[in-house]
């Protein structure tokens, strides 16, 4: 049995955000009972579709589930769902979203008579704020969130992907939301009650961009197809047969990229040492390398790149992932059973090695109990009191304790995400390889103005923390770390497999010293894969993963949808497996091994598409900005530069509205066009007509026009425009928070809440070495001389070294 089948979870509602968030129970065991109405959810119809008609993406989102047929019109409908929930561990509630003719419910009176319920609902925009209620969609949120203005050509469309993305990313966040709730309830008996925003989940992907755009102003435009500010190249290139991602960040990998290509001039031109100077050459550099690629095929050059230590990748087709045998192995690539249809889809990507999750299962017809349903295992010491209330002001995971050994985006996410929830996160750098998100110049000039200390970015990923330095190539350093790992409950890194294993810091050594600790390894591929060694940043991980290849356009290249897409999902999926691991440590006093893969945690987002090609065969259809069920569908430009809105037609009725809006009764008259699959025959007529109403408006003013009927429609924004939001700052969720050389910044919340307003941010990011003292000593107990010690011969410090510096520090360590 599964590591949660303790639980029992309950889901009301249709959203893709909730259904996600639901499975992720199931994965690991929970009982889930999904409640549907007799029509069944609305997401059984959504495309793409199988063979048979049934939906790739409701199979994605609900295998391993039950379901229970209600009838709100039956007279004890009430009585009959009220008596489930008030049996029940968790209730997931998407009923703003779409209430699917759910019965209604008093959450506020069930809560009073079972105070150990976990309670999440999630809604597109929040309860509160300007734009609560506004009709939305998958594309209209992601506008508002940032993540398309800077996605296609220059001169516009800007380019949105397929849907999928925000319900992936709300259901993270809600899950963990409800699994730390399940973790503080193991002491206090006491249930949370949640509310999930799914735009602000989204924003997770824009806070990088939203803390570059403060830092230095409006400097962030489309700069074309699969380019992206600020590096470069950072994209996905022709060869001589398939398409390869490639990222360079670092001089190193640069060089490497040239080398590889015998481009010896523009490997030692001054004026390319970093990627914001090469994304001033782009037209140049790319006339010069494009060619070269075409020389090689992908796989070709991929094994080239592993030898060269360069973030390179080939961007696989559906067909590609489904005939890939690590992946099968691994459980990223599941079998499933649709009716009498067997498929394929995205596994679960916590890669718990202890309580693993599911491998694949069957999708509930309605009404449909699975053989596993209902067999629930009892832990000693989890009943739910029959009263029980939460310490005032006391987090969820407080009590919790964290190393993190993590740098970048992806691990400080994770391990923001554990302390924004109150755990006690120690955050461990060296003077010698301070996190990289405080910037890769080693530059004398960059480290005497402690520049390291002035990136916004950083600071942002990691509040709430605190900061030491150790050098853990010394033994002195390792020594003090092992000491911390000894007491503490979880350890983070995203290095490469082998880094802490080198050190002396592998599971197999860290388990003997401390058996109920969690130790989780996010790097690219997986442990144990034959790609270990494989560069990888956010970029790499989306080119990887297959999403590429459905967006865009049909006759143009795979498109990237960001510049480092892959980071904040491999931080969410980490936090994740993080709290299912905890759940059970805290049952058995057991620890384990996460082997979690990034490239594997953004195969959801391409999920609909395996499961589809696995059992139809047919490649997916393209559709570039319209959509297979919506019409019409697309980015709208508006009056001004640049200026566009995202318009999402989602039935009959908005159809109508949206017609008589913008001046056409004779369509919202016409039965011929009543229907999505009529106006698609139409539907370049139907564009230019929605074109010319929306070149004679403000963006802003058409969105309201548009949501003052009802119509789904999202502004598209720029990261920047994120910062001084009338419906996020009304919510407050961007806090200002003060920190040393930096001032009063701006912060995003997490996207959940359990009043008001968001959780408070306790503390900024640290400073490089700035709890030096207070963990050796208050922690450690290591006396003044010891520490006064470790400080002379650089092992602790709180000065980056320079290049030159360093290097002079690995002759003296040498000799």
Not at 339 to 352: D, H, N, P, Y
Not at 631 to 646: K, L, M, Q, T, Y
Request: aromatic share 6%.
């Amino acid at each position: 049995m599964g590591v949660l089948s303790h639980l029992r979870v309950i889901e009301i509602g249709s959203s893709a955000a909730t259904s996600y968030c639901a499975r992720l129970f199931a994965d690991f065991g929970a009982d889930v009972q999904k409640i549907e109405s007799p029509g069944g959810d609305p997401l059984r119809q959504s495309a793409p579709l199988t063979p048979r008609g049934q939906s790739a993406w409701f199979a994605f989102l609900n295998f391993n589930k039950s379901s229970i047929i209600i009838d709100r019109a039956e007279p004890d409908a009430v009585t009959r769902l009220t008596t489930l929930i008030e049996k029940c561990d968790i209730l997931i509630d998407g009923r703003d979203v779409d209430s699917a003719d759910c019965p209604p419910i008093d959450i506020a009176v069930i809560r009073q008579r079972r105070p150990g319920l976990v309670y999440l609902e999630a809604s597109w925009f929040g309860q509160d704020g300007p734009y609560a209620g506004f009709a939305a969609t998958d594309a209209t949120i992601r506008a508002l969130a940032g993540l398309v203005k800077l996605v296609g050509p220059v001169d516009g469309p800007p380019l949105h992907a397929p849907d999928f993305q925000t319900g992936i990313l709300a259901g993270l966040w809600g899950f963990i939301a409800a699994a730390s709730s399940a973790v503080a309830r193991m002491q206090d008996g006491a249930g949370r009650s949640w509310s999930l925003s799914i735009l602000e989940s989204s924003v997770a992907l824009s806070e990088y961009l939203m803390a570059e755009a403060f830092a230095r102003g409006d400097v962030m435009r489309r700069i074309g197809v699969n380019r992206f500010w600020p590096g470069f190249p950072l994209g996905i290139y022709e060869t001589k047969n398939g398409w390869l991602g490639v990222t360079t960040v670092t001089l190193a990998q640069w060089r490497a990229f040239c080398d590889m290509l015998g481009l010896s001039r523009l490997r030692d031109d001054p004026a390319l040492v970093l990627g914001e100077d090469r994304l001033q050459h782009a037209e140049e550099i790319e006339r010069q390398f494009m060619p070269r690629l075409k020389m090689r095929t992908a796989q070709e050059w991929f094994a080239e790149g592993l030898k060269r230590k360069i973030p390179i990748v080939p961007v696989p087709e559906m067909s590609d992932l489904l005939q890939d045998a690590e992946k099968k192995a691994r459980g990223a690539i599941v079998p499933i059973l649709l009716g009498e249809e067997e498929g394929l889809t995205a596994g679960s990507m916590q890669r718990l090695t202890l309580t693993p999750p599911r491998r694949g299962g069957k999708v509930p017809a309605p009404g449909e109990q699975q053989a596993f349903a209902n067999t629930r295992r009892h832990l000693t010491g989890t009943a739910l009191a029959s009263s029980a209330c939460i310490e005032a002001g006391r987090l969820p995971l407080q009590g919790t304790r964290v190393i993190d050994f993590s740098m970048g985006w992806a691990g400080p996410l994770c391990t923001r995400t554990l302390a924004d929830l109150g755990a006690d996160v120690i955050k461990i750098e060296a003077i010698q390889y301070p996190d990289w998100w405080r910037g890769v110049d080693r530059r004398q000039a960059y480290v005497d103005g402690q520049m390291y200390e002035k990136t916004v970015r950083f600071c942002i990923m990691n509040r709430n923390k605190r900061g030491i330095t150790l050098d853990l190539r010394r033994p002195e350093g390792l020594a003090v770390a092992k000491r911390l790992l000894a007491h503490a409950d979880i350890l983070v890194n995203n290095y490469s497999v082998d880094v802490l294993p080198k050190l002396g810091l592998g599971y197999d050594v860290l388990r003997t010293v401390n058996p109920r600790l969690i130790m989780i390894s996010m790097s690219a591929f997986g442990a144990n894969s034959v790609y270990r060694n494989c560069r990888a940043y956010g970029s790499t991980l989306e080119q990887g993963s297959g999403l590429p290849t459905v967006i865009g356009n049909a006759d143009g290249p795979p498109v990237m949808s960001h510049t480092a897409f892959g980071d904040a999902v491999g931080g969410l999926n980490g936090c994740a497996a993080i709290l299912v691991a905890l759940i059970y440590a805290r049952t058995t006093g057991q620890g384990q091994f996460i082997d979690l893969a990034q490239i594997e945690c953004m195969m959801p987002f391409a999920a609909p598409w395996i499961t589809a090609h696995s059992i139809g065969g047919m490649p997916p259809k393209r559709y570039g900005n319209r959509h297979p069920q919506f019409v019409p569908h697309g980015s709208f430009r508006c009056a001004g530069e640049d200026n566009w809105i995202v318009v999402a037609v989602t039935d009959a009725n908005m159809w109508k509205r949206l017609a008589l809006l913008i001046g056409r009764p004779d369509w919202a008259e016409d039965a011929s066009l009543k229907s999505a699959e009529a106006r698609r025959v139409v539907e370049d007529g139907i564009e230019t007509g929605i074109t010319s109403w929306t070149r004679t408006r403000d963006a802003q003013k058409a969105m309201s026009e548009l949501q003052a009927v009802n119509v789904a429609a999202g502004v598209v924004r720029l990261p920047i425009d994120l910062l001084n939001d009338r419906h996020l700052k009304s919510r407050a969720f961007l806090q200002e928070v003060e920190r040393a050389f930096i001032g009063l910044h701006p912060q995003p919340s997490m996207p959940m809440r359990e009043g008001a307003r968001p959780y408070a941010i306790r503390t900024a990011a640290p400073t490089l070495g700035q709890h030096n003292r207070e963990i050796l000593s208050g922690l450690l107990r290591l006396s003044d001389a010891e520490i006064a010690r470790l400080e002379r011969e650089g092992i602790i410090g709180t000065v980056m070294l320079s290049e030159g510096e360093l290097a002079r520090t690995k002759k003296v360590l040498s000799e």
